[in-house]
Nanobody, 127 residues
Framework: QVQLMKSGGGVVQAGESLRLSCIVS????????AGWFRQAPGKEREGVSCINWSGTRTAYADSAKGRFSISRDNDASTLYLQMNSLTPADTAMYYC????????????????????WGQGTQVTVSS
């Protein structure tokens, strides 16, 4: 059974930082790309960032570029998302996901590129 255990969410003020972590078990982590998604109330789940199996290639949504950084430690089967300069617009439930492929495809922002999901962690940014 594949499990993705998340940590690092919370409540912060605008301008502050958070780091999300996601420990993956039940699959060979470095066989797959991985990604972070978020979903705000009343909105669809959207892709935030993707990283390929080796960590050498990354992709970001425009809203995350320059502020967020995705990384992975394959020895620890852990995925990270460093989020800086947070704004209230970043408030959402954040999810980690393991990909279908070992690379970030052209459709990496679509949920169909991923087949294993964490349970979500809430990030709230106050103004």
């Amino acid at each position: 059974q594949v499990q993705l255990m998340k940590s690092g969410g919370g409540v912060v003020q605008a301008g502050e930082s958070l780091r999300l972590s996601c420990i993956v078990s039940g699959l060979t982590f470095d066989d797959y790309a991985a990604g972070w998604f978020r979903q705000a109330p009343g909105k669809e789940r959207e892709g935030v960032s993707c990283i390929n199996w080796s960590g050498t290639r990354t992709a970001y949504a425009d809203s995350a570029k320059g502020r967020f950084s995705i990384s992975r430690d394959n020895d620890a089967s852990t995925l990270y998302l460093q989020m800086n300069s947070l704004t209230p617009a970043d408030t959402a439930m954040y999810y980690c996901a393991a990909g279908v492929y070992n690379y970030c495809s052209a459709s990496w922002r679509k949920t169909t590129d991923y087949n294993s999901w964490g349970q979500g962690t809430q990030v709230t940014v106050s103004s």
